[in-house]
C-alpha cells in the first residue's frame, strides 16, 4: 500500500476542522491583517487583526429585543449571525426565559475612539488589558452581541451566568450556531455556525495535553 493510499484511507482527526474554518493572514509592518474577514469562523483577537477600516457588507438589525430603544450602530450584527441569534432568542421565550442585545457591531473607527480614551485615562499598559486594540475586536466583525437580562438589571458583568438566561444560553447556544462565553464584565454571544461550535466545545473539553491548535 502506498503513502499516498495510506492517506485518503486514514480516519479524519478527531478535530479536524475544514481550511475554510482558518484566518488567512499577511503580515505587515509586524501585525497579521486577516484577509478573509468575512469568514464565519474568522478568528479576531490581539495577535489576529481585521483590515484597517473594515465593515462587513450585510448588516442588518436582528428582530430580537434590546436594552435601549434608540437607533444605534451596536444594533446590527451580520444577517447570518443575527438570524441565529434571534433564533435562539425566540426558543428562550417560548421556555419562559427573556434575553436582551445590549452590543454588538462596534467600527473601527469607535474602537479606535474607545482605546485611546482608555489610554488617556489609564495609561497604555492597563489599556491593552481593559480595552481591544482598534482592529482586533469580535464586534467588528459583526458576529457578536454582548447580552443580558431585567434579572441582571440589563448590566454586562458576571453575575449574568447566575441568572435564569445566563444558564439557559451555557445550556443551549451551541445549538443556534452560536458560542455563548462569560468574559471578565460581559456575557458575549459569538457566531461560528453549528459545525464550528461542535468542534469548539469539544476541543475545549479536552484535557489540554490532548488539544491541537485549530486556529480557527
Known amino acids: 500500500e502506498t503513502e499516498g493510499e495510506q492517506e485518503e484511507t486514514a480516519p479524519e482527526e478527531e478535530y479536524a476542522l475544514t481550511a475554510e474554518m482558518l484566518n488567512v493572514i499577511e503580515t505587515e509592518d509586524g501585525v497579521n491583517f486577516i484577509q478573509n474577514p468575512e469568514n464565519i469562523q474568522v478568528l479576531v483577537n490581539k495577535d489576529y487583526s481585521l483590515p484597517i477600516g473594515y465593515r462587513p457588507g450585510d448588516l442588518v438589525v436582528p428582530e430580537v429585543k434590546f436594552s435601549f430603544d434608540e437607533k444605534h450602530e451596536k444594533k446590527l450584527m451580520r444577517k447570518e449571525a443575527g438570524e441565529a441569534l434571534a433564533e435562539m432568542f425566540d426558543a428562550a421565550s417560548e421556555e419562559g426565559v427573556e434575553i436582551v442585545a445590549v452590543s454588538g457591531f462596534r467600527s473601527y473607527e469607535r474602537q479606535e475612539q474607545l482605546y485611546t480614551a482608555e489610554v488617556a485615562a489609564s495609561g497604555a499598559e492597563h489599556a491593552q488589558q ?71 466545545q469539544r476541543f475545549c473539553s479536552e484535557p489540554k495535553a490532548k488539544r491541537r491548535d485549530t486556529r480557527i
Not at 169 to 197: D, H
Open 130 to 200: 481593559a480595552v481591544a486594540e482598534p482592529g482586533k475586536s469580535e464586534h467588528q466583525t459583526g458576529l457578536t452581541m454582548d447580552v443580558s437580562s431585567a434579572e441582571n438589571s440589563f448590566n454586562l458583568n458576571q453575575d449574568f451566568g447566575k441568572t435564569a438566561a445566563g444558564k439557559w444560553l451555557a445550556e443551549n447556544s451551541s445549538e443556534y450556531g452560536l458560542r455563548a462565553k462569560t468574559a471578565q464584565v460581559l456575557c458575549l454571544c459569538r457566531m461560528y455556525g453549528r459545525r464550528a461550535v461542535t468542534e469548539i
